[in-house]
């Protein structure tokens, strides 16, 4: 008779190893979907926020694997030019244009090595593995490997030796240069770095500064460090303040003491200039076109208990009893927000310069009829380009505007020849940075 026969027993894997193949899987997961934000916004447009909220592969994602597919995705997209100008020097070929989600893939692994720091055999190995579970990628698997294995012994010296700028499209970078001369290798370099998160508070800012371990701004805004997630933070839920940069902060106090008076804020989604008036003391009315972005106006007007007429229309057709000041904060290319949203280096087209100039300038017309007489506006945009800044109110001065220019009301240094506002993101390096805004402060004549 046959001795039966044995099978193994059945090995149920120990917890460290049940835990290891599920932060695996997590790690992939985390990867695809860093993927899947790349392909949205290089290939489709999207902008980041908006990728962020419509993909199902990241939404899926929870706490550390969600931050880490964000914090790849935008390191991807801060050094786009000059990850891929290292993987230019070993590719023979780029890879065919319906190959987005492996170029994509490409690009992030190249990322871990030369802007993240990942040891080279975590990157290259978790790129390749990621590759080969995903159909839209994994015939370039081999490729991935061989390529990236190159960029880990050499990208590092080609990434160094480019020059500056490199990580910008070149379109832009050169206006900046004819714009602003030597400053724009400062600039540029400014928006290699992730901005630190500010924020501005009802009162007592050294008081919080301390709570939250930040310091107090030139400016009085307070900058954290070294911040947690945003709605863990004392004083969140209290409303004691809210999220906004520095120099976002700045075009609102440039109306002066606002106590008691009428103030209408144009533009005025997401809110945070909105909230500042508010907290000076103003009867503000806020108007935007966006309803979408208006809910997120109202929320932090609800959780910091503070009160604004929230009206959604278009601030061109809009119409109201003339105001004691006016805050236009126009609708922009915001490049000056690059070290916050580097997305938009890319999404934007040289085209769109002058074509958010041409609507910039019958916004500050029609914000004349919703002035009192001798009253003030200021007309404020988050973009470098001087066809929307200086352009826009030069026009404007010639059509019955007059500047009212600013003295001690900002730091010196943001205080251009013309008396208007203009700050860059090559400021405050030993702080961190700062966005670029510039604002006017005009009157009817």
Not at 219 to 247: H, K, Y
Not at 326 to 350: E, F, I, K, Q, Y
Not at 378 to 390: F, K, R, T
């Amino acid at each position: 008779m046959a001795t039966p026969r044995r099978h193994p027993p059945h090995r149920v894997p120990s917890c460290a190893r049940r835990r290891a193949i599920h932060e695996r899987a997590y790690a992939l997961s985390a990867r695809r979907a860093a993927t899947d934000l790349l392909v949205a916004v290089m290939e489709r447009g999207r902008a980041l926020e908006d990728a962020m909220a419509e993909t199902p592969s990241f939404s899926a994602l929870e706490g550390r694997d969600r931050a880490f597919a964000r914090a790849l995705v935008t390191a991807g997209l801060r050094r786009l030019g000059g990850v891929n100008a290292v993987l230019s020097q070993f590719l023979q070929r780029p890879l065919p244009d319906s190959a987005q989600h492996a170029r994509a893939l490409l690009h992030l692994g190249a990322t871990q090595l030369l802007v993240l720091g990942t040891p080279a055999h975590a990157a290259v190995g978790e790129t390749v593995e990621t590759a080969n579970h995903m159909r839209e990628a994994r015939g370039f698997a081999k490729l991935m490997n061989a390529v990236l294995r190159k960029v880990a012994g050499n990208g590092a010296e080609i990434l160094k030796s480019l020059p500056p700028g490199a990580d910008l499209p070149a379109w832009l970078y050169t206006r900046w240069r004819a714009t602003y001369g030597e400053a724009a290798p400062r600039m540029a370099e400014a928006l290699l770095h992730e901005a630190p998160l500010d924020i501005s508070v009802k009162d007592d800012a050294a008081g919080w500064a301390e709570k939250l371990g930040g310091v107090v701004t030139p400016t009085g805004s307070v900058r954290l460090s070294d911040p947690a997630p945003i709605d863990t933070l004392p004083g969140f839920e209290d409303g004691a303040w809210w999220v906004q940069d520095a120099a976002a902060a700045l075009p609102a106090k440039l109306l002066g003491d606002v106590r008691g008076k009428r103030v209408l804020d144009l533009c005025a989604a997401p809110g945070g200039k909105t909230l500042q008036l508010a907290a000076a003391g103003a009867h503000v009315t806020a108007v935007d076109k966006s309803e979408t972005r208006l809910k997120r106006l109202r929320e932090n007007l609800a959780r910091t208990n503070l009160k604004a007429d929230v009206i959604c229309a278009d601030a061109l057709e809009f119409r109201a009893e003339p105001f004691d000041a006016v805050l236009l904060d126009a609708p922009c290319t915001s490049t000056g927000t690059l070290r916050r949203h580097p997305d938009v280096a890319w999404l934007r087209r040289p085209t769109d310069v002058r074509a958010l100039a041409e609507l910039q300038g019958p916004l500050l017309a029609a914000s004349a009829k919703l002035l009192k007489p001798g009253a003030p506006l200021v007309y404020a945009v988050c973009s470098l380009e001087p066809e929307e800044g200086p352009g826009i109110v030069a026009e404007a001065l010639r059509k019955g505007w007059r500047r009212e220019a600013l003295t001690n009301e900002i730091p010196a240094e943001f205080i251009t020849a013309d008396g208007d506002m203009r700050t860059q993101p090559g400021f405050w390096p030993e702080l961190g940075g700062l966005d670029g805004f510039y604002a006017a402060r005009l009157l009817r004549t």
